[in-house]
């Protein structure tokens, strides 16, 4: 059984910010109001997309409009600029490289759509390196629920499994899978590192693969 690294993806493989908060600027825009500072959208993120919405249902006052032509008119617009700004973080594709040389495999666990996280990728030409997607949308349940963490090691042969996130939401995914967590220090995050249940932490992808291999190799 290969060793098993599944991976969030907005603020751990991508930095994607600065384009959701355009799709929110405009979606402002459209209902007549003011964008909000990108840091706020920014501390939004990490519940999927149609959490983010509610956060700028309540942020702006949305509450009268129709959440849910406001959640699909987001998300319509977002899939077209996805990666007008979106790259990849440092030394992630290097990484990712080496990690599938070396005989683990890949796979992605978020809580964007399947159909956003899947382009996007694809896109930014990483889609080579994952055997496996799960979006926020592709099974009843989605992060923190482990059963995106559970079916993906399943799917992939049953090895042991890292996840690797950069966020509380990541973190209480892992710990309700029974997985060791690898905290990327440079993303979401919206609490101190300390306060974040993690086995290893690291703020360079460079550094990712010998803490994964110390993680995969220690006793059960």
Do not use: W
């Amino acid at each position: 059984m290969n060793p098993i690294l599944i991976f969030d993806l907005d603020g751990t493989l991508i930095d994607s910010a600065q384009d959701l908060h355009a799709a929110a600027c405009r979606l402002l825009e459209g209902e007549g109001l003011p964008a909000l500072p990108l840091e706020t959208i920014r501390s939004f993120i990490g519940n999927g997309i149609p959490t983010l919405v509610d956060r700028i249902i309540d942020a702006t006052g949305l509450q009268t409009r129709d959440r849910t032509r406001l959640i699909s008119s987001f998300l319509e617009d977002y899939q077209a600029h996805a990666t007008d700004m979106t790259a990849p973080y440092p030394d992630v594709e290097a990484t990712l490289n080496h990690l599938l040389q070396s005989g683990h495999t890949l796979a992605i666990c978020t809580n964007k759509p399947q159909r956003p996280a899947e382009k996007i990728i694809e896109d930014l030409g990483l889609s080579r390196y994952f055997q496996g997607l799960v979006g926020g949308d592709s099974l009843t349940e989605r992060k923190p629920d482990p059963a995106g963490l559970h079916y993906l090691q399943s799917s992939l042969g049953g090895g042991p499994v890292v996840y690797v996130g950069d966020s509380e939401v990541d973190a209480e995914t892992a710990v309700n899978a029974g997985m060791p967590f690898a905290l990327f220090t440079e993303g979401y995050r919206k609490r101190p590192i300390s306060e974040i249940p993690h086995a290893v932490s690291f703020s360079s992808f460079k550094d990712l693969p010998a803490l994964a291999q110390n993680l995969l190799s220690a006793p059960a």
